[in-house]
């Protein structure tokens, strides 16, 4: 396998220097003509319903995706109490929020989900297959705290469920939390100032302060398939994947049960591309259903090696978080090795090695984004050949190959997917002519004019990302002051001082990608934002206070040093193909990562860490 079938990575996780990557030269590029390519690759896709060509669980899909396969629903008494705090979210966000209210100092405050266990969509998440697609080390938050080191470069999805009840026992967060309880509306009472919170199980609840934390990856969506009600075989969304049906479990995934049954796939994203594999290798035969291909790169996992682990220095995790939002992100300095060796880096890996070979001659900004476009043109390049290297048929090498930008889709590592279509029993269905699949029938699905009957339909199709907040969020009803409408609030732009609060909702917070700073983890932003949350809190309660809320000058300012430092996002993902990374395509344009703050995450959290130190709460109005 030559160098443009998989990148080569470090021997060892962060070892001194990690290999660049053998792209091509872009002499070999045709630029003018692959950015054609791209175009007419997008526009093809293009639908006018954009995010409407999804629609949420209804019928029996809404019984499925409210159902726990996991966990028994434990009978309970309706609960009536007041709370110090309650928090909305039993994933990353959620714990970590209450471990910090912990840390703070605070007891009374209750984590609030509608799954049977802390995990969020590592609770949910159980298809063959899954893994954490980022390098173990820096996706997984506190591990200095904690004291743990994950098993693998990139963790299986049961060791990061497990990982997070871990930090959940460790905060205490079990003993008043509330799970399978979902919470259908908040609304704000000035008479007792507090918010009044109703559940699913009947619930009362009246915290004085709500942490909301939820992950982008909450709410399954569906497409909208003609005859989708109508298929009468077995169908699911892969976020609720049935061993009892595919046979084996997540930590054993032989879906033994499957050998005599013709499975379509319906989605090419990152679940899909780990579910594949183990599916073309028990199923009497596959389809895979696709509208637009991902880029897949080798994966090449490995054990956490040992005696790395017993090298490694105090703040050594810290310094890894640095290294990746440099190495995806901002770019390596001169003397900074990549310490994390995977996709996601690569392009300032071979950016920083090609600069260090002439010498480190000084380069303008124009010229830096001129050198990144190249490497972007020179990695895809790579990544469509890789393609030809490993699929056999070269039609279906065609149909697979990427045409678009890095970062327009997100990326995706597997070492067996494009494998997997050289097996007699996997065929590619390509659906981008028609721009999705035509219809669903009793016995299967519809392409071109042709009826494929299966027995089994797997809905990898997703998460509402970066739809309406209505479609996106579980709640029914957000209430604020004088009975304002948080999904009306937020309708067009949002409206914060940090990402983390707004006028008209006292006492709210939020986690999430919202408008602030962005970090390469997902989950050191939602621990930033916890930590910073659990100090307001905690110093309003400290102080007395009953009722703070974000004046209207305070957010106006913030809003308006925000969009005059952000970065334009929009342009380029507005010339990607449709995905949730571009709202779809849609005139409404909603970033997937929210508003994120230009200057980058770090200068941001400076801003943060000189406001706890001024300790006004300053932009607050309080009362006591």
């Not at 079938?5 to 470090?10: D, P, S, T």
């Not at 879906?255 to 990152?270: E, F």
């Amino acid at each position: 396998m030559s160098g443009f079938a998989a990148a080569r990575e470090c021997d060892r996780p962060m070892k001194i220097r990690c290999e660049t990557t053998d792209i091509p030269s872009i002499d070999e590029i045709d630029v003018p003509g692959i950015l054609s390519k791209y175009a007419y690759e997008r526009d093809r896709r293009m639908r006018s319903e954009a995010q409407e060509q999804y629609v949420s669980p209804q019928g029996r899909f809404a019984e499925i995706s409210e159902a726990d396969p996991h966990m028994p629903l434990i009978e309970r008494e309706p609960i009536a109490e007041d709370l110090d705090v309650m928090v909305l979210g039993g994933g990353f966000g959620g714990v970590l929020m209450g471990y910090y209210l912990r840390q703070a100092g605070l007891s009374n405050f209750r984590v609030i989900d509608h799954a049977g266990d802390f995990g969020g969509c590592w609770y949910w998440n159980r298809y063959p297959g899954v893994e954490c697609d980022n390098v173990s080390y820096v996706y997984l938050p506190l591990l200095e705290e904690m004291g743990f080191m994950p098993s693998k470069k990139f963790s299986p999805g049961y060791e990061i469920r497990e990982y997070i009840q871990s930090i959940a026992r460790e905060a205490g967060l079990y003993d008043k939390a509330l799970m399978h309880t979902k919470v259908t509306e908040m609304r704000w009472d000035e008479a007792i100032a507090r918010w009044r919170v109703s559940t699913n199980r009947g619930d009362e609840l009246r915290p004085r302060f709500i942490a909301l934390s939820h992950s982008p990856a909450n709410k399954p969506k569906l497409p909208d398939i003609p005859g989708l009600d109508a298929f009468g075989g077995k169908i699911f969304h892969s976020s609720r994947w049935d061993y009892d049906y595919t046979g084996g479990s997540q930590q054993n995934p032989a879906l033994d049960k499957l050998k005599d049954k013709r499975v379509a796939v319906l989605g090419t994203g990152a679940s899909a591309v780990q579910i594949v594999p183990y599916l073309g290798d028990y199923a009497k035969h596959v389809y895979v259903i696709q509208r637009t291909p991902s880029s897949v790169d080798a994966r090449d996992n490995r054990d956490t090696d040992p005696e790395w682990a017993k090298s490694l220095k105090p703040g050594w995790h810290q310094e890894m978080m640095v290294n990746f939002q440099h190495g995806l992100w901002n770019g390596l300095a001169r003397d900074e090795p990549d310490l994390i060796c995977d996709i996601w880096t690569e392009i300032n890996r071979n950016i920083r090695h090609e600069r260090e070979q002439v010498g480190w001659s000084e380069l303008s900004v124009e010229e830096l984004l001129v050198l990144r476009e190249q490497h972007d043109h020179r990695t895809m390049e790579r990544m469509r050949r890789r393609v030809d290297e490993i699929v056999e048929d070269k039609d279906t090498a065609e149909k697979l190959k990427p045409y678009y930008r890095f970062l327009c889709k997100r990326p995706c590592s597997n070492d067996n997917y494009y494998p997997a279509f050289n097996k007699p029993n996997v065929d590619l269905i390509d659906v981008s002519n028609t721009r999705g699949v035509e219809g669903l029938t009793a016995k299967g699905f519809i392409h071109e004019n042709k009826e494929y009957e299966v027995d089994c339909i797997i809905l990898a199709s997703g998460y509402e990302q970066t739809s309406s907040l209505r479609k996106r969020w579980s709640f029914d009803v957000a209430e604020g002051r004088n009975g304002k409408s948080l999904f009306e609030h937020w309708e067009d732009n949002y409206k914060t001082l940090h990402g983390m609060s707004t006028h008209g909702f006292p006492n709210k917070f939020f986690i999430g990608f919202v408008q602030g700073g962005v970090h390469a983890s997902t989950t050191e932003t939602f621990r930033r934002q916890a930590e910073h949350i659990a100090y307001i809190i905690s110093t309003a309660m400290e102080r007395g206070v009953k009722v703070m809320e974000l004046s209207q000058e305070a957010e106006d300012a913030w809003v308006a040093h925000h969009r005059a430092t952000e970065l334009d996002v929009e342009t380029f993902a507005r010339a990607c193909t449709p995905g949730y990374y571009n709202s779809e395509g849609g005139d409404v344009f909603r970033y997937f990562l929210g508003d994120s703050y230009g200057p980058g995450p770090y200068a941001f959290w400076e801003k943060l860490a000189e406001w706890r130190a001024d300790d006004q709460l300053e932009g607050f109005d309080c009362k006591c």
